[in-house]
């Protein structure tokens, strides 16, 4: 037995958001994208820990003898470490640097032989490997040299669980499209079967299910009994198997699975049975694709108040620029957030929720449902939060894309449906009359100073962050689905 490693012991991963970004680029750039698996990953690295081991019987004669441990074997406590490093020797015998704002991303610049210039990357998560590059497969054979990559690795076909697929939009525009249909699939099936094999007195998946919830179903005021110790545990495998969805791109349930998800700790049967009401809702709604569209959005400047003068109330104030940026290469790209939340949602508490969606040109690469830290007393207060939330989140995405090498346009067009708000947020000579909003107040107001976004009104049916708020119904709800997600209901009489 060794001790614990006092330092790294486990294997990082390239964020999910890092990917849809990287997917992007690609096609805004036209580079290609290749993927590949390292076969048995963790015995290609060699050991960081002096351990040894006696022989088997399973080693013929040369059982009972003593045998030093020279690769990084499955159940060792630093195998994960020891890849991660191994990896990482690779990356840069390649001459690929890792991204400062992500680790798991190596990048490396490159010329076209039109004398163009871009930026190569290559996307590590654990044993996978997603390349991006002009001419991808040379990168993953000379990968296959240092650590031999699975047969058949090459074009991307799933990759996280969810399907791979480049498409061709309406407006000639090639794009890389992300879908869990087959993921999603599969967790119904194998739900349906548990609920049979275990449970099929007490619980079933519903014929019919138009709807993540049940109308009018409010989790946080749910009396019905506790769930036994096996109900509970299963409750939590089906939410954290949702939450992966909804991190697949399925933000159309992303409400419903944060609202159930407060519960994990003491859940009761009508959690289960709200659950297991999303599974029949995905049942027949499996089928969606979220495109990364690289299309530069129409952005209407006219809308956002552009030349409003803060130098008297917040001085000579400017974005703060990472000094140590690479140099952008590339197409430049443009920034915008849709950002809502409800007000007093919970019953319980009386707490409010934010939500916002992230896109870069038209591809939606991050967004967010959370329950907020504090009450709010009015919709212009849990907004204003919201706002704050959203707007904190972009900051570290305008920070990432420029450590990738990305050239960002201008500041971030934020839309939100709150009149007041927008007025606070968009004048100078706004006044806030509200203390304990103070400090979302001057947070925006002075990245607003700063040009590193800009904020503007839109009517709630247009503000795709009303699903990220609220469990919506009907034809507002499918209009707004049909906005962020491809397929889903296309279906649909």
Known sequence: ?????????????????????????????????????????????????????????????????????????????????????????????????????????????????????????????????????????????????????????????TYLGAKLKKVTLANDVIAWSISPSKYVQEAVRNCENHVKENFATDFQLLKYAPNPFPIGYEPELDISRELTPDEASYFQTIIGVMRWMVELGRVDIGVEVSQLSSFLAYPRQGHLEAALHIMSYLRVKHNSRLVLDPSYAEIDYAEFNVDADWHAFYGDVEEALPPNAPKPLGKEVELRMFVDSDHAGDKATRRSRTGYMIFINMSMIDWLTKKQATVEGAVFGAKFVAMKHG???????????????????????????????????????????????????????????????????????????????????????????????FDIYDYDA
């Open 1 to 157: 037995m060794t001790k614990a490693p006092a330092t790294l012991t486990y294997a990082s991963v390239v964020s999910r958001e890092t990917v849809r970004i990287a997917l992007t680029i690609a096609a805004l750039n036209g580079l290609q994208v290749k993927c590949g698996d390292v076969m048995n990953a963790y015995i290609q690295a060699p050991v960081t820990e002096k351990i040894w081991t006696t022989l088997g019987s399973e080693f013929g004669e040369d059982a009972g003898k003593m045998a030093i441990i020279i690769r990084a074997i499955y159940g060792l406590k630093s195998s994960g470490a020891a890849f991660r490093k191994h990896l990482g020797e690779c990356m840069r015998g390649l001459d690929y640097k890792p991204c400062l704002a992500d680790p798991d991303l190596w990048m490396k610049a490159q010329a076209r032989a039109d004398g163009t210039s871009y930026y190569s990357y290559i996307l590590c998560y654990v044993d996978d490997v997603l390349v991006v590059h002009d001419d991808a497969q040379p990168v993953l054979d000379r990968i296959d040299k240092f650590m031999k990559l699975k047969p058949g690795s090459s074009d991307p076909d």
């Open 391 to 485: 707007v904190e989140a972009l900051r570290g995405i305008r920070y990432k894309l420029r450590m990738m090498g990305v050239a960002v346009d201008g500041p971030t067009y934020i839309y939100g449906d709150n009149m007041s708000v927008i007025n606070n947020t968009s004048k100078p000579e706004s006044v806030l009359w509200k203390k304990s909003n103070s400090i979302c107040y001057h947070f925006i107001h002075e990245a607003v100073a700063m040009k590193e976004c800009l904020t503007t009104h839109i009517p709630t049916l247009r503000n795709f962050a009303d699903l990220l708020t609220k469990c919506l119904s009907g034809k507002k709800r499918r209009d707004l689905v049909r906005g962020v997600l």
